[in-house]
């Protein structure tokens, strides 16, 4: 089995910053694609900013204040988000696409959610 776990949510003010982290762990033999994703209620999941390899990639609302980056030896990824804005209030997802140990397949996992929220 794999877990992803994240933290640093919570309620921050327009302007300011957060970081959230999201470690996964369990049987695992690689990790290729980790991906933060955010959802509000009533709405689709959708992409926040993605990091494979040495590549990233963002949501067009989210460039130039949120970055991703990854640690692989700690096989955790982490968002940098600043000049937070009420727009960026939801629910953040962590994926990642991992191969486990004994698998031949990559498969995709989710974390269980953190919330932010940022008030005006």
């Not at 300011?16 to 369990?26: E, F, I, K, Q, T």
């Not at 955790?76 to 629910?91: A, C, G, I, W």
């Amino acid at each position: 089995q794999v877990n992803l776990v994240e933290s640093g949510g919570g309620l921050v003010q327009a302007g300011g910053s957060l970081r959230l982290s999201c470690a996964a762990s369990g049987s695992i033999v690689s990790i290729n694609a980790m991906s933060w994703y955010r959802q509000a209620p009533g709405k689709q999941r959708e992409l926040v900013a993605r990091i494979s390899g040495g590549s990233t990639n963002y949501a067009d609302s989210v460039k130039g204040r949120f970055t991703i980056s990854r640690d692989n030896a700690k096989n955790t990824v982490y968002l940098q988000m600043n000049s937070l804005k009420p727009e960026d209030t939801d629910v953040y997802y962590c994926h990642a696409v991992v191969k486990r140990v004994g698998s031949t397949y990559f498969l995709s996992y989710w974390g269980q959610g953190t919330q932010v929220t940022v008030s005006s």
